[in-house]
T-cell receptor, first 114, second 115 residues
Framework: DVKVTQSSRYLVKRTGEKVFLECVQDMDHENMFWYRQDPGLGLRLIYFSYDVKMKEKGDIPEGYSVSREKKERFSLILESASTNQTSMYLC?????????????FGDGTRLSIL | AQKVTQAQTEISVVEKEDVTLDCVYETRDTTYYLFWYKQPPSGELVFLIRRNSFDEQNEISGRYSWNFQKSTSSFNFTITASQVVDSAVYFCALSTSSTGNQFYFGTGTSLTVIP
């Protein structure tokens, strides 16, 4: 089974802090994704990556950056956290370059910015 | 542009009732895939099914069935004889040949099954 592990289930940070959310997958998947989930808005794509050191902006990249130094790890960085970034963050991975592969998700990180 | 609409925000049913979750999609691509995911209260999205645009056969898996109709751009999900464990948020998603691995998710339908 695919396992996508997010480093924290719950996280509380303060406004202005630099926040790191980590995601690791164990199935050698090429693609990794970061979403945020908010009530009534569904899942919105922040950034994704097709390969090591490669990144693409999703629909809402403002205020975020990402890092993919190793194939199995994809980090989401909030450069200067703000209260409107309080949300559930979901990491996902998928196999290969075809668009038919399902994405596999981690348990999510519920982030609160105070 | 790609879009997925799940018009039902919340549904409540009594245990053992059947329930259908609607999903309507928009795309100009002729090659695309549709997916359903389940998100239980624990938070992890669980992949349920994938359907490609060239296969309109309905699918049944136990109490779950899916009805794909290209004529109405719909990919509806029916749970037969619902159980309390079916309570979750269900998401429909679309990926297309022109957008690669990027998924477009609907806003989800929250299903509550009352014992």
């Amino acid at each position: 089974d695919v396992k996508v592990t997010q480093s924290s289930r719950y996280l509380v940070k303060r406004t202005g802090e630099k926040v790191f959310l980590e995601c690791v997958q164990d199935m050698d998947h090429e693609n990794m994704f970061w979403y945020r989930q908010d009530p009534g808005l569904g899942l919105r794509l922040i950034y994704f990556s097709y390969d090591v050191k490669m990144k693409e902006k999703g629909d809402i990249p403002e205020g975020y950056s990402v890092s993919r130094e190793k194939k199995e790890r994809f980090s989401l960085i909030l450069e200067s956290a703000s209260t409107n970034q309080t949300s559930m963050y979901l990491c996902a991975s998928s196999l290969g370059k075809q668009h038919n592969q399902p994405q596999h998700f981690g348990d999510g990180t519920r982030l609160s910015i105070l | 542009a790609q879009k997925v609409t799940q018009a039902q925000t919340e549904i409540s049913v009594v245990e053992k009732e059947d329930v259908t979750l609607d999903c309507v999609y928009e795309t100009r691509d002729t090659t695309y895939y549709l997916f359903w995911y389940k998100q239980p209260p624990s938070g992890e999205l669980v992949f349920l099914i994938r359907r490609n645009s060239f296969d309109e056969q309905n699918e049944i898996s136990g109490r779950y069935s899916w009805n794909f109709q290209k004529s109405t751009s719909s990919f509806n999900f029916t749970i037969t004889a619902s159980q309390v464990v079916d309570s979750a948020v269900y998401f429909c998603a679309l990926s297309t040949s022109s957008t690669g691995n990027q998924f477009y998710f609907g806003t989800g339908t929250s299903l509550t099954v009352i014992p």
